[in-house]
């Protein structure tokens, strides 16, 4: 048994990749605390979720603050450094590039083990929030700490390539994947409506306006819209009074896994110009393979190669409203629908599942605590 210290920048609501983890590691025998960052001080400050202990360090800030939040984060990192200092751990695990550097700092100086969790490109992400001065000193210091770290963790394979060129020791794919409810997928309403639904950020970078402009007021389709974000005003104006878009707000996965269940096909579409999304493996491509729903999506990342390769939705070529309609009528085959509900459900069953990113997760822990 060792005891295992995740330090994570947000404040723990739960964040389903990091709880996920954190009960894999409890449930194989660990004793996991989450060291999270609280920036709205309205979670409880000592909680225990499911077995794992959580602490939150309450620093007021807002998200999206641009440089400056460098500030907040020295303050959060003192904080980090100091309840290391008051809890030994066996390992520490640094949830995403915003905590590595107080994780690594005190790991090596106490010889411990030091495991870096990129959910994403950090640099790529922030890149449109921060000057291009500030990303070029973030890409710097990622390209001196990773190599410092025992093992990353990584939610893709095309970001595993990403920093086993930056020369990390070890990199392991644990992906979003998501644990198999069901033996065969639920069978979906009868068309039409065509029901498609997205879940996710409603952000600049997700490229939901062109289906909304291509579907809204056609009652052959119904479109679904699941999350919450700074884009929903101006995409609420866009579907302005069409019957047929729904605004469904923030939902838990577990409300939108059975949002999922009632709709025939799941869209996901970004944007290139962002660059972290050339990484993109989201929590709904695996809510929707686990649900045997066809996906789809543009032309960007992970998703869309796994796509291509299952074979098990449409990767569009451009979003032209005649290119999105001639793609949204093919599903109206319902043995169409039917041969790629079956691959996207095998997809899961055999590679995609959390069953199998678990046990990569635990092999890594395994390797860790036999070198103690």
């Not at 291009?132 to 000193?137: A, G, H, M, P």
């Not at 198999?180 to 600049?204: A, D, E, F, Q």
């Not at 047929?244 to 025939?264: T, V």
């Not at 032209?320 to 079956?342: G, H, N, P």
Request: proline letters at 6%; a neutral charge.
């Amino acid at each position: 048994m060792m005891k295992i210290v995740m330090l994570l920048s947000n404040g723990f609501a739960p964040d389903p990749r990091v709880a996920a983890e954190a009960l894999a590691l409890t449930e194989d025998g660990h004793q996991v605390t989450i060291f999270a960052w609280d920036r709205t001080g309205e979670l409880p400050p000592v909680e225990d979720y499911q077995g794992v202990e959580v602490i939150r360090c309450k620093i007021n800030t807002t998200y999206s603050r641009g440089p400056l939040q460098i500030f907040k984060f020295r303050e959060f990192w003192g904080a980090a450094a100091a309840f290391l200092h008051e809890h030994p751990a066996d390992i520490i695990h640094c949830h995403d590039l915003d905590t590595l550097e107080p994780g690594l700092k005190f790991g090596r100086k106490f010889h411990i083990p030091v495991v870096f969790d990129a959910h994403e490109s950090y640099p790529d992400m922030v890149a449109h929030l921060f000057p291009s001065w500030l990303v070029f000193l973030i890409r710097r210091m990622e390209a001196s700490l990773v190599p410092k770290t025992t093992a990353v963790i990584t939610v893709g394979e095309i970001l595993a390539r990403h920093y086993q060129k930056m020369r990390a020791p070890r990199v392991v794919v644990v992906g979003n994947y998501k644990s198999l409810t069901l033996t065969k997928p639920v069978s979906p309403p009868s068309v039409p409506p065509l029901k498609i639904i997205y879940v996710g950020g409603l952000n600049r970078d997700r490229l939901i306006a062109p289906v909304i402009q291509a579907v809204s007021g056609d009652p052959r389709y119904q479109f679904t819209i699941v999350g919450a974000g700074a884009e929903e005003s101006r995409w609420r104006e866009l579907a302005g009074s069409s019957t047929n878009i729904i605004f469904a707000g923030y939902k838990p996965q577990s409300e939108a896994r059975a949002l999922i269940d009632q709709s025939h096909l799941v869209y996901y579409g970004i944007d290139c110009t962002y660059a972290n999304n050339q990484y993109s493996t989201p929590n709904l491509l695996f809510m929707a393979l686990a649900s045997g729903r066809p996906i789809l999506t543009t032309n960007v990342g992970e998703i869309a190669e796994i796509v291509r390769t299952q074979n098990c939705g449409s990767v569009l070529a451009d979003l032209e409203t005649t290119s999105i309609r001639q793609v949204l009528d093919k599903y109206f085959d319902a043995d169409l629908w039917q041969r790629e509900s079956e691959r996207s459900f095998q997809a899961a069953a055999l590679k995609y599942n959390w069953d199998i990113a678990k046990q990569s997760l635990l092999r890594l822990y395994q390797e860790l605590e036999s070198r103690l």
